[in-house]
């Protein structure tokens, strides 16, 4: 998992640690140990304060980013951890595990999760959108959950897919969520009104990787306009 910030990246390892980098040369900065097991996810805060990370055996941890100290660990995932989201707000940050669990962890007060949220299934992305307002899960029931993070009560479901949703990937100034299913097919919605925008056939690659731009460009291409 890599993680951008600014003109710096960041990556964790499976030796549990944590590596900066600046962007454009990719030269090292700074190397963080924190975890005595692998790290699969990581993400920076908005605002380059902090970073969370969520390990293989279902640890995720808060960490200052300027010097590595560790600010909170929270042990309420059983199994390894899909996805770390932080919310572009810079309040709070979500994590996922195959264990079916959420959390949703407030920056404001650190000592345990805000909320825990459990399906019946593997959840395997987790993701904030309308500038942090919802928070939205993709799991093994092929249908994407729309979330109340201050409440952790379910707003909205979201159907059309026909395989398991892996991926969620959202883009702030066009309103646009797209989700990804195992199938490879590829939906758009507008999380203004959670209507379909556009369905798009499965990609012609065995695994594909779901990434949308700014400007609501998705894999490179314009798919939809005028949002």
């Known amino acids: 998992s890599i993680a951008g910030l600014s003109c710096r990246t960041a990556a964790c390892h499976q030796d549990g640690s944590v590596s900066f980098h600046q962007a454009n040369s990719g030269q090292l900065l700074v190397i963080h140990k924190c975890h005595d097991t692998a790290i699969l996810h990581m993400d920076v805060s908005a605002d380059g304060k902090f970073y969370a990370t969520g390990c293989d055996d279902g640890t995720v941890s808060l960490w200052n980013r300027h010097d590595g100290a560790g600010v909170a660990t929270y042990a309420n995932h059983t199994d390894k951890v899909t996805e770390i989201h932080f919310s572009p707000k810079n309040d709070m940050f979500a994590s996922s595990s195959v264990d079916g669990t959420m ?8 000592a345990k999760a805000m909320h825990v949220l459990k399906r019946s299934h593997a959840v395997y992305d987790v993701e904030f959108v309308r500038n942090g307002e919802l928070f939205v899960s993709a799991d093994h029931a092929e249908i994407i959950h729309v979330w109340n993070y201050r409440t952790g009560k379910l707003v909205q479901e979201l159907t059309g897919h026909s395989g398991t949703t892996k991926q969620l990937e959202w883009s702030d100034p066009k309103h646009l969520l797209a989700s ?31 990434t949308i731009s700014g400007n609501g460009k998705l894999g490179g291409y314009q798919f939809y306009e005028g949002l």
């Open 180 to 210: 990804l299913d195992t199938n490879g097919k590829t939906i758009l919605w507008n999380t203004q009104d959670w209507k379909t925008i556009r369905s798009l056939p499965a990609a012609p690659t065995s695994a594909p990787l779901l």
């Open 103 to 110: 959390c949703v962890y407030s920056l404001q007060s650190t």
